[in-house]
């Protein structure tokens, strides 16, 4: 695996590679890898030739100063992670690299990016948007992975993707869970040990509504969730709303739509935590 600091260089051995016909498959990441990052990687190699992992902690998308700064970071044991993969090429750019003057773009995703993280983070999204465009302006990917852990930033990359014709096919990979269930995230790292411990509630709390949810309505289900969570003083739900999996707009009811979506953000003391759970797609 090469680990490559410029755009240029980047540019320049992705120019190559297409020339060849290769085709490039994109995982981008802000680093602190764990499993859900190597499963994109995975999927990844399944579908193209090359893959080629980022790695760039992005200030835009950051609406907190001491979120961006407590951000777990360890370059180098990601490095040696990622040479047990199918990566072969890693990008670890500068800030200045990839905004080498200030980016003063604003999108405008229309309800997409106005409910759940985007109403409590604002600004997070054209943050997301920001730099997600400009990496694939450098990778020039013909396909990108994400996870569905952040179910609403898929929505969004879609949008942005159409809205600029980039022509980049997203690919959405399922949520890789611990064996207790919590889902996999670099922020789990920050947690204190007694609320490690106790994080399960989430996913335990979003997998038991979906039996729940068999015979009772969505405001009941949504009340389930919150109710069980909001009930160990450790942790506060931020939001728990019941969505459209396209529009990501709030059901009122289970019929309303042929893909619905439960998403989630809870507090664990100052360590925000997200999740979701589908409750019903297309194929079921
Ligand atoms: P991050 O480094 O948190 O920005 O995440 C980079 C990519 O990995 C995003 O597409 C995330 O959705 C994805 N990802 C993060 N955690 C998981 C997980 N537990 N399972 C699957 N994908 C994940």
């Known amino acids: 695996m090469d680990v490559i600091e410029t755009s240029e260089q980047l540019t320049s051995r992705i120019t190559r590679l297409k020339k060849k016909g290769t085709t490039i498959g994109f995982v981008p990441t802000m680093g602190s890898l764990h499993l859900g990052h190597l499963s994109l990687i995975e999927e990844a190699h399944k579908k ?31 490095i040696k992670l ?9 990008f670890a750019p500068s800030v200045k690299e990839i905004y080498p ?4 773009r604003i999108f405008d995703f229309g309800q997409i990016d106005k409910v759940m993280e985007g109403r409590f983070r604002p600004g997070h999204f054209n943050g ?9 302006q450098i990778v020039k990917p ?6 569905l852990k952040d179910f609403q930033q898929i929505a969004v990359i879609r949008e942005m993707v159409k809205q600029l014709e980039l022509g980049v096919d997203i690919a959405a990979c399922p949520i ?5 269930g919590l ?3 670099s922020r789990n790292l920050l947690l204190q040990p007694e609320k490690r411990k106790k994080a399960p509630i989430i996913a335990r709390s979003l997998f038991e509504s979906c039996i729940f949810a068999k015979n009772h309505s969505v405001e009941e289900t949504r009340n389930f969730v919150i109710d069980a969570i909001n009930g160990d003083k450790s942790f506060e739900v931020e939001y728990f709303d019941i969505v459209d999996g396209e529009t990501l707009q709030p059901v ?10 439960g998403c989630i953000a809870v507090f664990a003391g100052e360590v925000r935590l997200i999740d979701n759970v589908i409750y019903k797609n297309s194929e079921s």
């Open 48 to 78: 193209s030739d090359v893959v080629v992992v980022s790695i760039f902690v992005n200030p835009t998308q950051f609406n907190s100063s001491d979120d961006l700064k407590s951000y777990p970071r360890d370059l180098e044991k990601d």
């Open 82 to 90: 990622l040479e047990t993969t199918d990566c072969e090429l890693l």
């Open 101 to 104: 003057e200030q980016d003063h």
């Open 128 to 136: 997301v948007a920001q730099v997600v465009s400009r990496l694939f």
């Open 142 to 147: 013909d396909k990108a992975f994400f996870g």
């Open 176 to 180: 890789v869970r611990e064996s207790d």
């Open 183 to 185: 889902a996999m995230s």
């Open 252 to 261: 009122k009811n289970w019929k309303e739509s042929i893909c619905i979506v």
